[in-house]
């Protein structure tokens, strides 16, 4: 897999360091309960559900499509539960997590319907969907998505209504110049 190769040092390179703005604006909109079930999908090394499992007592659960990242995740979080798979087919029974994120990952889901489809199938009635991807001008935009074939970054606007047609209602969004972050939920 192509993170395989940066997963020692994902947390200390450039990927990871620009990745923590993303983590950051992402936790800033989040709303968790202590016993949440959170599922962290295209978790990486686990950072994100590092952090939140210092600040509230939840259940984490991540996945990520390189095994090296998740190794690395299960040393920093042991008390959490890690899966090497990909987002178009999640290990986990329908209506069992309160709230899904997607940090810095979504652009690289290869089928982000699918994705949205399972995010659909595990999350509970009333659970939260969380999206924090990067946003960037048209042309660069244009650009990135012809030069890496796996990319799929979108606009804000595109994204919601991506999420609408895939039966989400969106609660909020929050961007800026770089960053998106889209706060959908499942209606009951």
Partial sequence: MKFDKYADKYDTNFMGKGSRRFYADLIGELTIKD???I???GCGTGSVLSYIGKQKKIMGF???VSENMIAIA????PNFEFVT???SSLPYENESMDIVIACMAYHHFPNQEQFRKEAWRVLKPGGSLYISDPRFPGILRIVLNTV???AG????KRNCEDFEKSKFSIENTKRDMYVQVIHC???K
């Fill in 62 to 64: 991540g996945v990520d």
């Fill in 74 to 77: 299960k040393e920093k979080n």
């Fill in 39 to 41: 599922l962290d999908i």
């Fill in 153 to 156: 970054f979108h606009t804000t």
């Fill in 35 to 37: 016993g949440d079930a």
């Fill in 148 to 150: 890496f074939s796996d």
């Fill in 85 to 87: 798979c990909d987002c």
């Fill in 185 to 187: 939920k499942k209606n």
